[in-house]
């Protein structure tokens, strides 16, 4: 076996998994090869420990079309591991890859080491009450979702090889005729620093100008709970966190008014430090908090609003 892999559609990730890549090459003593689509990133990927780089160019606009590509280069390298990034898109196209190659796929893993002769990997369960921990043959297909890893220091010093792959055949049977960009309303709350998170305690739209106050002079953006955005459309569906929303790693998180079900905390788990208001006492979200208020936010957030104003 030889070579660990990484492919991302998303250069950003590509450069997190980098990371995951590091520590494989350290117990595995294999190089590090890295799969783009971008054309002006290959320095940075080697200053970020990529050993070689091979960039795909091709006129599909559709990522999955590269899979087979990406396949026959997994094969040839008859490399040991491939990482990609675990968005929407990543998962279909290791799907694939990892059919066409007939190789073991774990999905979502939110860690990987050497463990044996094995690639081990961990991953959330039952809405992040549990901890599964898996193993799998070499060689193996894994995706990991954006910002698991940090991203590592880059050192200019590093050589690598970087090759250019022209692609020219891929499968037909789908065709991408329009590409509409999702407008996104307001910032992107995955990267935010501090997050006032409103629930279903708020009884009307109007309302929302309660955690708007308090985000403001925190320097906060607002984010919620799924109901709020998918039952109430009170506020964009990007904003609200959870199991199938956002996944959030702010300095702090401020819930008001959101019991803490699983399917939310799974989203918040990794914030620095968690403040939960809530009108009761034995809400769940008590037991995910650093500091807990029970109290009406109707008269809590005002209060605070006015305490951090002075
Ligand atoms: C498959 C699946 C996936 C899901 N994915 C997600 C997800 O990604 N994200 C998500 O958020 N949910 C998700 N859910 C829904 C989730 O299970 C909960 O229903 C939801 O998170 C609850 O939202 P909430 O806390 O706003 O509302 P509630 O559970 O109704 O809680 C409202 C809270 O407000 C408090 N309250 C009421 N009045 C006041 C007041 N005046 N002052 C202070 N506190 C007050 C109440 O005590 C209560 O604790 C999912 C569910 C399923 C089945």
Known sequence: MHGIWIYSEDIS??????????HLRESLNQPIG???????????LVALGADQVIVLKGESSWPES????????????????????????????AAKVAASLD????????????????IETTRLMYGGLAVCTEQ?????????????????????SRQGNVTVLNVSEWDTRVTVNEVC??????????????????????????DLTIPEGLAKVLGAEVACTRGI????????????????????????????????QVQHLAGIRESKVIVAI?????????????????????????????????
């Open 103 to 118: 190789v073991g796929l774990v999905t979502d893993a939110q860690s990987i080491k050497v463990s044996d002769c094995f």
């Open 229 to 260: 955005a998918e039952d109430y459309h009170w506020l964009p569906e990007e904003r609200y966190i959870g199991i199938s929303g956002q996944k959030v790693k702010p300095e702090l998180y401020i819930a008001m008014g959101v019991s803490g």
């Open 278 to 310: 809530d009108t009761n006492e034995k809400a769940p979200i008590f037991e995910a908090a650093d500091y807990g208020i029970v109290g009406n936010l109707y008269e809590v957030v005002p209060l605070l609003i006015e305490k951090l104003q002075k």
């Open 13 to 22: 990730n590509t450069r997190q998994l980098l990371t995951a890549g590091r």
């Open 66 to 93: 590269y899979a087979d590509e990406i396949a026959r280069i997994f094969e040839q390298d008859k490399a040991s591991v491939l990482i990609v990034s675990g968005t929407l898109r990543g998962k279909d196209l």
């Open 34 to 44: 890295v799969i783009t689509r971008d054309t002006d990133a290959q320095s940075s």
């Open 181 to 206: 960009p999702i407008v996104c309303q307001g910032v992107d709350i995955s990267t935010a620093r501090r997050i006032v998170c409103v629930g279903r305690g708020i009884e009307k739209q109007e």
């Open 136 to 156: 799998v043959q070499f060689p193996a297909i894994v995706t990991i979702p954006p910002r698991s890893y940090e991203e590592p220091q880059p050192d200019e």
